[in-house]
């Protein structure tokens, strides 16, 4: 079998490390210039061209000084970084993100730093196992897997960052500031420290916000319980006991969910306007535990298999009933599976739009979903709507991260057994 010479094996090297260099200098360019034109409001346009030749000079000389024997690893660094910006300075012709010198040198600076540096560390962090006529299909294959996973962090985390930087920005902005410009997301406090955080006063003190925050939490938290009063024993005896039909249900949980919730809509509008609960938070705890349940009787039934029945059986022998059992053993050891439950359910409880639009329509009825959605007029400046999603999303998002422990080690839980 022939085997790749030692300058075929170089030239697989460099064509490895342009084709990273080149990616990584169209995704800084993009990124770079729409995050500093958001934040100072100056229409920066990326030079997709320019940057993507500068990544592949910049790549190529990284991996050029880059040997096994090299050890001083500052120098393919400061050579590549001078490359980029050799590169990028000439076929822009003196205009990064067509920005002059002399239109703003502050601006002019910043935008070719960060494109050099952000540039400089992607190509560090994802070729650092190509060398310069040291290459193997193990290295070449470890490093396309940190370019890729490098990637897929800076993409997904530009998706989730973007819409909140502009949530966030645009609801501490003025009306007549997003219509002076639009770009410029950046909030100003000439006229006090307050002056920014006007849409949020008025939303509490003219929009009544905090009387949906409350229908929200309640309906939530309703939700939660009631769900879990009936999951928990469902799902125990699905997980423990013998009865006909036992796998045929343990299989069927999650049917319901292939019926699509606008479907359901409809009858159910018609039913509640008969029954008298349209337009009340009863109807609500009626639907929302329905459409909650399924998913918790199938999370907790997993973990409840995965509970020593040997601990259950020495406690029905001590003499207590299968309820003290429940209650005094199988709960006690099932506490991140039941946070992880009350988590989910809170938050699906949280989020629901279509049922509240659909049963709702006095304001003093509405969760905080359908409050925000009421914002969405031509009559409300844009900045309240902004406003009205912060602070839909905050309260979720800390009560989140505050117990993810528990609702990752819930979801993990069981997974051996059942």
């Known amino acids: 079998m022939n085997t790749p010479s030692i300058f075929d094996t170089r030239i697989a090297t460099l064509a490895l490390a342009g084709l990273n260099g080149a990616v990584w200098g169209l995704v800084v360019s993009i990124l770079v210039g729409s995050g500093l034109a958001l934040l100072t ?13 500068a990544g592949i000079g910049c790549g190529v000389v990284h991996a050029g000084l880059r040997r096994d024997d090299f050890g001083w690893r500052t120098v393919p660094s400061l050579a590549s970084a001078g490359v980029f910006v050799v590169l990028v300075l000439a076929l822009s012709l003196g205009r990064p993100y067509a920005v002059m010198m002399g239109d703003g040198l502050l601006i002019w600076l910043i935008a070719l730093g960060l494109a050099t540096l952000c540039t400089q560390w992607a190509i560090m962090a994802s070729q650092h196992p190509i060398r310069f006529g040291a290459m193997n299909r193990f290295r070449r294959e470890r490093a396309m897997m940190l370019s890729l996973r490098a990637f897929g962090f800076v993409f997904f985390g530009a998706i989730v ?26 909030p100003s406090f000439e006229d006090g420290l307050l002056e920014p955080f006007r849409s949020y006063i008025e939303l509490f003190q003219v929009y ?35 009865f006909p039909g036992r796998s045929t249900l343990s299989r069927s949980i999650l049917m319901i969910y292939l019926v699509p919730a606008i479907v359901l809509v ?58 003290r059992v429940i209650w005094s053993i ?22 629901e739009f279509l049922f509240a639009f659909m049963f709702l ?58």
């Open 41 to 53: 409001g100056l229409e920066l346009r990326p030079l997709l061209g320019p940057s993507m030749v």
């Open 266 to 323: 409809i009858p159910l509008y018609a039913i509640f306007a008969k029954l008298g609960l349209r337009d009340s938070l009863w109807g609500l705890l009626v639907v929302y535990p329905a459409t909650t349940l399924p998913v918790a009787l199938y999370m907790l039934q997993g973990y409840f298999r995965g509970v020593p029945a040997e601990l259950e059986e020495a406690g029905l022998m001590d003499g207590c009933s299968r309820l």
């Open 208 to 242: 009544d916000f905090g009387r949906y925050i409350w229908n929200s939490a309640l309906i939530s938290v309703a939700t939660v319980v009631i769900t879990l009063l009936f999951a928990v024993p469902g799902s125990y005896a699905v997980s423990r006991l013998n």
């Open 161 to 186: 960052v973007l819409p909140l930087y502009v949530m966030v920005m645009t609801s501490l902005k003025t009306q007549q500031a997003l219509l002076a410009n639009p770009l410029n997301l950046f």
């Open 361 to 418: 329509d006095d304001p003093k009825m509405f969760t905080l979903s359908r409050g925000v959605v009421s914002l969405d007029s031509s009559e409300v400046p844009r900045q309240h709507l902004m406003a009205g999603a912060v602070v839909s999303t905050v309260p979720i998002v800390v009560i989140f991260l505050w117990a993810e422990r528990f609702m990752v080690q819930g979801l993990t839980s069981g997974g051996v057994k059942g």
């Open 330 to 351: 199988t709960l006690p050891l099932s506490v991140p599976a039941l946070a992880s439950v009350s988590l989910y359910v809170f938050m699906i409880a949280w989020n």
